[in-house]
């Protein structure tokens, strides 16, 4: 089982910019499909951006073209560029590993990182 431990979150003004990290350990990373997703107040967890064990990558529609994720396999790490961020952008950021064994979907799930955008 990976663990997983999200950080970057804070407090930033509308128009700026954070990046999150997510460190994971106890596993082999390369072999995951990774995504950030983000749960604001009274709404469902929804996926913000993924990026599979080869490379390739899906966003949301509502963060393409400001938001990018990537993935350090040397660092056990995958991050989120967030630029141009927005109030509809303040929610609870989760880091998720996923992973397919024998057709079972495996989830791993980090604490969270805060986010607000606000002025």
């Known amino acids: 089982q990976v663990q997983l431990v999200e950080s970057g979150g804070g407090l930033v003004q509308p128009g700026g910019s954070l990046r999150l990290s997510c460190a994971a350990s106890g596993s082999i990373f390369s072999i995951y499909d990774m995504g950030w997703y983000r749960q604001a107040p009274g709404k469902q967890r929804e996926l913000v951006a993924a990026i599979s064990s080869g490379g390739s990558t899906n966003y949301a529609d509502s963060v393409k073209g400001r938001f990018t994720i990537s993935r350090d396999n040397a660092k056990n790490t995958v991050y989120l560029q967030m630029n141009r961020l927005n109030s509809e952008d303040t929610a609870v950021y989760y880091c998720?590993?996923?992973?397919?064994?024998?057709?079972?979907?495996?989830?791993?799930w980090g604490q969270g990182t805060q986010v607000t955008v606000s002025s």
């Open positions: 998720n590993a996923r992973r397919y064994n024998l057709g079972s979907r495996i989830d791993s």
